[in-house]
């Protein structure tokens, strides 16, 4: 028996083009339901007499035939352990959630990252079946929110059509279909919109990339995300991911060319994510500023304000630079160029290169324009703050002093709290990857807990402080912190801190025996986790497969 779900009087209907809650059933038909709404007899009157106008215009277009695709798509039942970052030597928990992928061919499925991040167990329910079939993770994008899986059956895949990519990017005003399954029901869901904005905008699953969106006007709903959002043609243009804060109807859906660029990248793994080139700009508005640089062409150029000492570009733009053309588009005063009928950063034409590749620049620089190209490498970046997924977070614990590495993932505990003791933790969070003077840093390991007991005592005003040295040891990464602590000096742990003159000092021979005490007490059954797998040690592999692609591609092009 279909289910019957209410939605909104037929003689409103005109005035309802997006956001119609629909039932499907399993043999591909889409049916409303109406239901009679007792309406004052004024506002009754106003709404027939809109109809009747609005009848005099195009009538609506029947909803696509989804029937072809519906098979294709699966419903994901996942249960996820999420660590405690605030407290990282406690347990986390888990929690069962839900969300939507769709078939794409060779075994894969795609969906979104955070729908399956931190996952220890994952199921996908094919469409119009109670049966579960156990999957995994195949390949995972942090900064696209974009992941691949894989059934350990593949044959439950078997005689269903892949769906495709469409070729072009949406366009605005086109109609577009977000299909999935929505929490509260375990059918699917056809919401209906239009393309309302192509733009750039912030990832919530990394809370640290911005990377193309499409905005819809169909409901985004929990449940909905990696599903697939299409048009009348069944082809994807988008998938669902996130919606918007107090944007009833509005929603998010990661767009063609991020997601083919993660489908390339992963054809070649590791995956490299997209590349970045870390720039601070000023746009160039003042008139006075424009002749001083000796800019001849109102509105054309944005200034270079900051290079990262740690990107890949630093030695090949400068402060003062104007930049004026990104691969031969112009860049305008403001830092965006013109792109597929829309405004966007000139990132994004960086973005949509892979690693490896060569982006060239024309700029302004003493008053002389000059050509500029250089490979994208990915740089040993230990400040890129992207929020982290599926491995436990690093900490060390001696003395009852937790000294954790600054990242988004510990300073989202630390909310918006404003004692002058986190100015330290807030400014490199902010700074860190322009600041000179720890770019020879791989990590900044900072206080930030104390677990009291008498070996600690009146150590407070270091809490939230950044660890410069530990017995004269430089601390570059947290790994140096337990080396250090091998060597006290002359009975005594010396920790040095940046903006602290004083150090704090903790006996040796009495810390030994605390440690044994503090562990006990608070429960911790692991002093220090450390992963083996550094930033700079992943940075370095990925640099050896894209010499080894550019070779390749040097020796075909012979």
């Given at each position: 028996m279909l289910r019957k779900q209410t939605v909104k009087d037929k003689r409103t209907e005109p005035f309802l083009r997006t956001n119609q809650v629909l039932s499907v059933t399993t043999n591909g038909m889409v049916n409303s339901v109406t239901k009679s709404v007792r309406l004052p007899k004024r506002l009754l009157t106003i709404l027939l007499c809109l109809h009747g106008t609005m009848q005099l215009g195009h009538a609506a277009q029947p909803l696509p035939d989804v029937s072809a695709v519906m098979p294709s798509i699966f419903k994901i039942h996942a249960v996820t352990y999420r660590y405690d970052h605030e407290q990282p030597w406690q347990a986390g928990g888990s929690t069962a959630g839900s969300g939507s992928a769709f078939y794409i061919g060779d075994g894969m499925l795609l969906t979104c990252g955070h729908v399956v991040a931190d996952a220890i167990s994952l199921e996908l329910q094919p469409h119009g079946s109670s049966d579960r079939h156990p999957a995994q993770v195949l390949y995972m994008g942090y900064d696209a929110d974009l992941a691949i899986l894989e059934l350990e059956d593949p044959t439950v895949l078997e005689d269903l059509e892949p769906l495709e990519l469409e070729d072009q990017v949406s366009e605005l005003g086109d109609e577009v279909f977000a299909i999935g399954f929505p929490m509260g029901g375990t059918r699917l869901s056809l919401t209906r919109g239009i393309v309302s904005r192509i733009d750039h905008a912030y990832y919530a699953f990394s809370a640290a990339d911005r990377r193309l969106v499409m905005q819809i006007d169909a409901a985004i709903n929990p449940g909905n995300s990696g599903g697939p959002v299409v048009n009348r043609d069944n082809r994807v243009v988008g998938v669902a991911f996130q919606g918007i804060m107090r944007g009833q109807g509005l929603g998010y859906a990661v767009p063609t060319p991020v997601i083919r660029h993660f489908l390339e990248d992963v054809q070649n793994p590791p995956y490299h994510g997209a590349p970045k080139i870390y720039l601070q700009t000023f746009e160039l508005r003042n008139t006075t500023l424009r002749s001083k640089l000796g800019l001849e062409t109102p509105g054309d150029g944005v200034a270079i304000s900051a290079v990262s000492p740690l990107c890949v570009s630093v030695d090949y733009l400068y402060p003062g630079d104007v930049l004026l053309r990104v691969e031969d588009t112009p860049v305008q005063q403001d830092g965006t160029i013109s792109l597929e009928g829309n405004n966007l950063p000139f990132e994004e034409l960086v973005e949509r290169k892979q690693w490896g590749e060569t982006v060239r620049m024309e700029v302004l620089r003493a008053g002389e324009k000059q050509e500029i190209?250089?490979?994208?490498?990915?740089?040993?970046?230990?400040?890129?703050?992207?929020?982290?997924?599926?491995?436990?977070?690093?900490?060390?614990?001696?003395?009852?002093?937790?000294?954790?590495?600054?990242?988004?993932?510990?300073?989202?505990?630390?909310?918006?709290?404003?004692?002058?003791?986190?100015?330290?933790?807030?400014?490199?969070?902010?700074?860190?990857?322009?600041?000179?003077?720890?770019?020879?840093?791989?990590?900044?390991?900072?206080?930030?807990?104390?677990?009291?007991?008498?070996?600690?005592?009146?150590?407070?005003?270091?809490?939230?402080?950044?660890?410069?040295?530990?017995?004269?040891?430089?601390?570059?990464?947290?790994?140096?912190?337990?080396?250090?602590?091998?060597?006290?000096?002359?009975?005594?742990?010396?920790?040095?801190?940046?903006?602290?003159?004083?150090?704090?000092?903790?006996?040796?021979?009495?810390?030994?025996?605390?440690?044994?005490?503090?562990?006990?007490?608070?429960?911790?059954?692991?002093?220090?986790?450390i992963h083996d797998n550094t930033l700079a040690e992943t940075i370095e592999t990925q640099l050896q497969i894209i010499d080894t692609q550019l070779d390749i591609i040097e020796q075909e092009q012979e």
């Open positions: 190209a250089f490979t994208l490498k990915p740089e040993p970046h230990p400040f890129l703050f992207r929020r982290t997924y599926d491995q436990p977070p690093e900490y060390f614990i001696t003395g009852g002093l937790a000294f954790v590495p600054i990242s988004r993932n510990q300073v989202m505990t630390l909310g918006n709290a404003s004692s002058e003791s986190l100015i330290p933790v807030f400014y490199y969070f902010q700074r860190a990857m322009f600041d000179p003077d720890v770019a020879h840093r791989r990590q900044l390991i900072t206080l930030s807990s104390i677990l009291p007991h008498p070996v600690n005592a009146y150590s407070d005003r270091f809490k939230h402080q950044i660890i410069q040295k530990v017995n004269d040891q430089e601390i570059l990464a947290l790994d140096d912190m337990r080396i250090a602590m091998q060597n006290p000096i002359d009975g005594y742990h010396i920790f040095v801190f940046d903006a602290m003159q004083m150090p704090l000092l903790l006996d040796a021979e009495t810390l030994a025996v605390a440690d044994a005490e503090i562990q006990q007490r608070y429960g911790i059954t692991q002093p220090y986790i």
